[in-house]
Nanobody, 116 residues
Framework: QVQLVESGGGLVQAGGSLRLSCAAS????????MGWYRQAPGKQRELVAS?????????NYADSVKGRFTIARDNAKNTVYLQMNSLSPEDTAVYYC????????WGQGTQVTVSS
């Protein structure tokens, strides 16, 4: 059974930091590209960051988070992380973990709320 379980969300003040984790199971994690998406109320889901399969040699970030967010993966732990620094209220959203290969899997999401 495929599972992606996000954790680490919460309420933080502007300028603060959070680290999201996504624990994967039920598939060969290292063979999947991993990504973090977010969806704010009334907006479409958008890609925040992604990392390629294997050793994760290549990463990609939305312009709005470049220099503030960092995605990383630990294949030994079947986990992908999103370190978020210098958070602003505009970062408030539900954050979703995604695993993509020939299949496409989603987590249930974790709420991140940034207060001004």
């Amino acid at each position: 059974q495929v599972q992606l379980v996000e954790s680490g969300g919460g309420l933080v003040q502007a300028g603060g930091s959070l680290r999201l984790s996504c624990a994967a199971s039920g598939f060969i994690f290292s063979r999947f590209h991993m990504g973090w998406y977010r969806q704010a109320p009334g907006k479409q889901r958008e890609l925040v960051a992604s990392i390629t399969s294997g050793s994760g040699d290549s990463t990609n970030y939305a312009d709005s988070v470049k220099g503030r967010f960092t995605i990383a993966r630990d294949n030994a732990k079947n986990t992908v992380y999103l370190q978020m620094n210098s958070l602003s209220p505009e970062d408030t959203a539900v954050y979703y973990c995604n695993a993509r290969n020939q299949m496409n899997y989603w987590g249930q999401g974790t709420q991140v709320t940034v207060s001004s």
